[in-house]
């Protein structure tokens, strides 16, 4: 059964890098896409960005300039990083599996991870 | 940027058919899927390419996309459909959601 977790600080101060880890298990991390969803608190979902084992990446063009996701595929790992961080940046933070390659649905996620930004 | 637009939210009777529209420019061109959250869990997927349901998930809920408007359908209603929903595309690479819809069952 596949499952995905999310793991990393829940608090992160104003301008400073938020830093999170996706583990998977159930599944090899180099058989699909992976991307980083996130819901701010009583709002909608917003696809921050995803990557493939090769280290092909694309991002929302609205973070782009603040965010990397990268892959560790020893560890079955993908990783989110948001540079200077604001209030605006407090969400629940969910990783998710595409199913297939092109036009995928999210098939798995993870249960998510609060992060609050506040100093 | 592509933009999907959703109702914030419907109301239906239980056993009736709840209808949820979805729309964007030309979204009958692209492949859309339908997720439901309900209160603090995450996602879950329940319609992808346009009109399939995943295993798992009930007869009940069906989906159709042309022109510029998708629709997440529920015939019978239940009460544990009640949740949020949202629709979701892809644009030149890039994920897009609607802003989601609130389905109440009353």
């Known amino acids: 059964q596949v499952q995905l977790q999310e793991s990393g600080p829940g608090l992160v101060k104003p301008s400073e890098t938020l830093s999170l880890i996706c583990t998977v298990s159930g599944d090899s991390i180099t058989s699909h896409y992976w991307s980083w969803i996130r819901q701010p608190p009583g709002k909608g979902l917003e696809w921050i960005g995803h990557?493939?084992?090769?280290?092909?990446?694309n991002y929302n063009p609205s973070l782009k300039s603040r965010v990397t996701v990268s892959v560790d595929t020893s560890k079955n790992q993908i990783s989110l990083k948001v540079r200077s961080v604001t209030a605006a940046d407090t969400a629940v933070y969910f990783c998710?599996?595409?199913?297939?390659?092109?036009?995928?649905?999210?098939?798995?996620w993870g249960q998510g991870t609060v992060v609050t930004v506040s100093s | 940027s592509y933009e999907l637009t959703q109702p914030p939210s419907v109301s239906v009777s239980p056993g009736q058919t709840a209808s949820i529209t979805c729309s964007g420019d030309e979204l009958g061109n692209k492949f859309v899927c339908w997720y439901q959250q309900k209160a603090g869990q995450s996602p879950v997927l329940v319609i992808h390419k346009d009109t399939k349901r995943p295993s798992g998930i009930p007869e009940r809920f069906s989906g159709s996309n042309s022109g510029n408007t998708a629709t997440l359908t529920i015939s019978g209603t239940q009460a544990l459909d009640e949740a949020d929903y949202y629709c979701q595309a892809w644009d030149s690479s890039i994920v897009v959601f609607g802003g989601g819809t609130k389905l109440t069952v009353l």
């Open positions: 990557i493939y084992y090769s280290g092909s990446t």
């Open positions: 998710a599996r595409e199913l297939y390659s092109g036009s995928s649905p999210f098939d798995y």
